[in-house]
């Protein structure tokens, strides 16, 4: 079975600074996606970014870049240039492609994100 | 509207009653999946539903929890004879299937308090 971790259930980052959320995960499968998904406390989810597993260049959504280790099965969200407004929970999850099966995504527990003014 | 729907926004209920939560997906998208979160934790997963293929299931964590989808289209989950344990964020989540758009967009879900 798939799982997905993050291991910090809390994070700070000073505005305009950079911080990093970690998320490993586990798998035998080849081809997958990664997501990390933002859920501020309007509680709707957002989805930040996107990382398809047969591509080995990070994904980037301006502020949002990801750090994608495949082998290391490890997806890393960077923010840069923290503003107020990213402060929320974020959660990292997983699927496979649907042509591999019909299975829902699987989510981490989540990371609390404070940013300090 | 363009997005996920979900209702009642808020629900009280007293334990032992049933209580319906409704689903409205985004029009022609396939997929469409319940998920649970607890006060200030992640994302349980309850149900799945893909098309005509059969539901799964697998995340439901007693009888008392069912789901139906109508027509591929609106879905309910109820729970019957709540207890307090079951209050919660109520997440409902639709994607398409075809594609590489594996997206999947979360309508802003129903709390529910079991008094």
């Known amino acids: 079975a798939q799982t997905v971790t993050q291991s910090q259930p809390e994070m700070s980052v000073q505005e305009a600074e950079t911080v990093t959320l970690s998320c490993t995960y586990d798998t035998s499968e080849s081809d997958y996606y990664l997501f990390w998904y933002k859920q501020p406390p309007s509680r709707q989810m957002i989805l930040v970014i996107r990382?398809?597993?047969?591509?080995?260049q990070n994904a980037t959504e301006n502020r949002f870049s990801v750090n994608f280790q495949k082998a290391a099965k490890s997806f890393s969200l960077k923010i840069s240039d923290s503003q107020l407004g990213d402060a929320a929970m974020y959660f990292c999850?997983?699927?496979?492609?649907?042509?591999?099966?019909?299975?829902?995504?699987?989510f981490g527990k989540g990371t609390r994100l404070s940013v300090i003014a | 509207g363009a997005g996920v729907s979900q209702s009642p926004s808020n629900k009280v209920t007293e334990k032992g009653k049933d209580v319906e939560l409704r689903c409205d997906p985004i029009?022609?998208?396939?997929?469409l999946y319940w998920y649970r979160q607890s006060l200030g934790q992640g994302l349980e997963f309850l149900i799945y539903f893909q098309g005509n293929s059969a539901p799964d299931k697998s995340g439901l964590p007693s009888d008392r929890f069912s789901a139906e989808r109508t027509g591929g289209s609106v879905s309910t989950l109820t729970i019957q004879r709540t207890q307090q344990e079951d209050s919660a964020v109520y997440l409902c989540a639709s994607s398409r299937r075809q594609g590489s758009n594996t997206e999947a967009f979360f309508g802003q879900g129903t709390r529910l308090t079991v008094v």
């Open positions: 029009s022609g998208h396939t997929a």
């Open positions: 999850a997983y699927r496979i492609p649907w042509n591999s099966g019909n299975t829902p995504l699987v």
């Open positions: 990382q398809e597993a047969y591509k080995q």
